[in-house]
């Protein structure tokens, strides 16, 4: 009898825009976000074992060689703690083709589809609502990630509320090869900060997250990440360059940005030039999903 696979998908997370509104007393600070997500991710793997064990393939696998406990292996042991299967085992295989610390949620991202693999795996059928909640004890991002679809996030990004795209939107995601940690780029926005306010109207909210009102708002932590990055000036200004573009904007903290286009045409075409211009450069034609 062949051994079931469930095979997940991990798919790369975007902030749309990003405001820090606030931070607790705890350190953590308070956000605004819409989070969204595209075609291009990696993949999690999940097959009957006797033993829970990961394996990690893919172009990126070695920059996560050296980590001794990966995200996905402990939101596995989290899941079996709250299923009450003590060690349940799994043979787990993630394909790393996201970089690492690049500002598109990855390792959240590779958690929750762990999470939902394994649901599935071990006959759970628990709804996502509850994978989210074992999730984010484990990380703020990976509640919307577990969901993969468009979500507006406030407080720590954690609560969350559906708020659809108008439309799929054709993106190119660049980034320049330089990882970026999350918590740097967080502390040299608090140096430069003075204080904080909520800017988006409680009841005000649109139906849809359209383009137009996307681009109204903003990635706060944009300046901080460049006086971590000073390369993050290039990548906006090859972006900006592009025939067709109408967004440009930092994916979450950096060091990854990403343009919206009018047409698959015009992202590919520009896909091809920034790669062509910038080989070291990571590339990647993809979609950003509206439900």
């Known amino acids: 009898m062949q051994l079931q696979t469930i095979t997940e998908p991990a798919p790369a997370k975007l902030n749309l825009f990003l405001h820090v509104v606030g931070r607790r007393e705890d350190g953590y600070h308070l956000l605004e976000t819409v989070f969204a997500f595209t075609e291009a991710g990696d993949t999690l793997e999940a097959s009957p074992a006797g033993t829970l064990s990961l394996a990690i393939e893919g172009p990126y696998a070695g920059a996560l060689a050296a980590e001794s406990d990966n995200l996905v292996l402990r939101a596995a042991r989290a899941l079996a703690g709250a299923a009450g299967l003590g060690a349940a085992g799994a043979r787990l295989v993630l394909r790393k083709a996201l970089p690492v610390a690049a500002g598109l949620g990855g390792g959240s991202a590779d ?27 484990l990380g703020a991002d990976i509640p919307a990630c577990v969901y993969s679809r468009p979500m507006l996030g406030q407080g720590i990004g954690t609560d969350l509320s559906p708020l659809p795209l108008s439309e799929s939107l054709p993106v190119v995601l660049v980034n320049p090869g330089v990882p970026l940690v999350t918590a740097h780029v967080f502390r040299a926005f608090a140096e430069r900060r003075q204080g904080f306010s909520p800017r988006l109207a409680a009841g005000s909210l649109p139906a849809h997250a359209s383009l137009d009102w996307v681009s109204g708002l903003a990635n706060d932590l944009e300046a901080a990440a460049r006086a971590c990055c000073p390369l993050l000036d290039a990548v906006e200004s090859a972006l900006r360059r592009q025939e067709g573009v109408r967004l440009v ?35 990647a034609r993809s979609t950003v999903l509206c439900g």
């Open 249 to 283: 904007r930092m994916a979450g903290s950096g060091p990854t940005w990403f343009a919206v286009f009018g047409d698959g045409a015009q992202t590919q075409k520009a896909a091809d030039r920034l790669q062509e211009e910038h080989p070291a450069w990571w590339v």
């Open 111 to 137: 958690a929750a589809a762990t999470l939902r693999a394994l649901n599935r795996l071990w006959d759970l059928n628990w709804p996502l609502d509850r994978l989210a909640a074992i999730g984010g004890a």
